[in-house]
């Protein structure tokens, strides 16, 4: 059986170890919060370097590619005790140009590095039901059905290195975009007296339907924060790399202003730790104390 590894066992590597498990995969995982092992079910490892050596495919699932590039190129890390014919598959959210810089380090040593952006959040991952949109070395993924199956309802290919990583920035832009402007026409509505149920029934049938419209704000007019997925502080984080890339690529970032004022407001007013949906609730402080729900609340755990 191959030997499958995790490091990064948080809100997202944790949900996706779990299913791999469930599957009847044993999993070797590391997590700095030792306690997230033995929570997504795998067996515990002491160190990145134990996970390297005890397994032939290794699951990355990291906050950034500062992240990704410690447990990559640290003394601990993957391309010290990598070998030949291991493949690392990083879930992360990452800077396409630090991908395709790891993806030639590791090429060195025989080890294939994927880059596999994931897409559905939380219930999605607890589904298994996510989107992968994957970058790497051809042939690569032909062999590894088997491993994204219990997690993955759609698995594409995007091409080379640094492909995968592109799309899912194109892609975290597109739902920034939307749930930020949504948030901000339902705070009108509010504002404006419209019964917010029919508003969403107009906007789902016209023109201005999008994922927050339908996914979304059905929940949050209800006070249902669908909690647990992406936060504002690392909505941002992708916003601010899509703006990078998009200059290294030679591409206006015209569009980029409107989300960023948006999640800026919300991260710098006390909603950075929670999920990015709240950035309604930031918008509606800025317009009186509006809520989309009759029941007061305020989401804020965190600190101007």
Do not use: C
């Amino acid at each position: 059986m191959t030997r499958v590894g995790f490091v990064g066992l948080g809100n997202m590597g944790g949900r996706i170890a779990r299913r791999i498990v469930e599957a009847g995969q044993p999993v070797l995982g590391y997590d700095l919060d030792e306690k997230r092992a033995e929570a997504a079910g795998a067996s515990a490892a002491a160190s990145v370097a134990e996970v390297i050596e005890g397994s032939d495919v290794v699951l990355l699932s990291l906050p950034d590619s500062r992240a990704v590039e410690a447990v990559v190129l640290g003394e601990d890390g993957i391309l010290a005790h990598g070998r030949e014919g291991q493949i690392v598959i990083d879930l992360s959210t990452s800077a396409p140009e630090s991908t395709v810089r790891l993806h030639a380090r590791l090429a060195e040593r025989g080890v294939s590095f994927v880059d596999a952006g994931i897409s559905g959040g939380a219930a999605a991952a607890d589904k298994g039901t996510l989107t992968i949109m994957a970058g790497g070395p051809a042939g690569v993924l032909d062999d590894l059905g088997w491993l994204f199956e219990p997690f993955t309802a759609k698995l594409v290919n995007m091409g080379a290195s640094g492909a995968g990583h592109t799309t899912k920035l194109l892609n975290n832009f597109l739902n920034a975009v939307s749930l930020a402007a949504t948030a901000e026409v339902m705070v009108a509505g509010r504002k404006a007296g419209l019964d917010l149920g029919r508003l969403l029934d107009v906007l789902n049938s016209s023109s201005g339907v999008n994922f927050a419209t339908i996914n979304r704000f059905p929940h949050i007019i209800k006070g249902d924060y669908l909690e647990g997925g992406l936060t504002g502080a690392l909505m941002m984080k992708d916003l601010v790399l899509y703006v990078d890339h998009l200059r290294e690529l030679g591409v206006p970032s015209l569009n980029a202003s409107g989300p960023m004022a948006s999640f800026g407001l919300a991260n710098n007013t006390g909603y950075a730790q929670q999920i990015s949906n709240r950035v309604v609730d930031a918008i509606g402080d800025v317009a009186g104390g509006v809520r989309l729900y009759d029941r007061p609340a305020d989401g804020r755990k965190d600190t101007p």
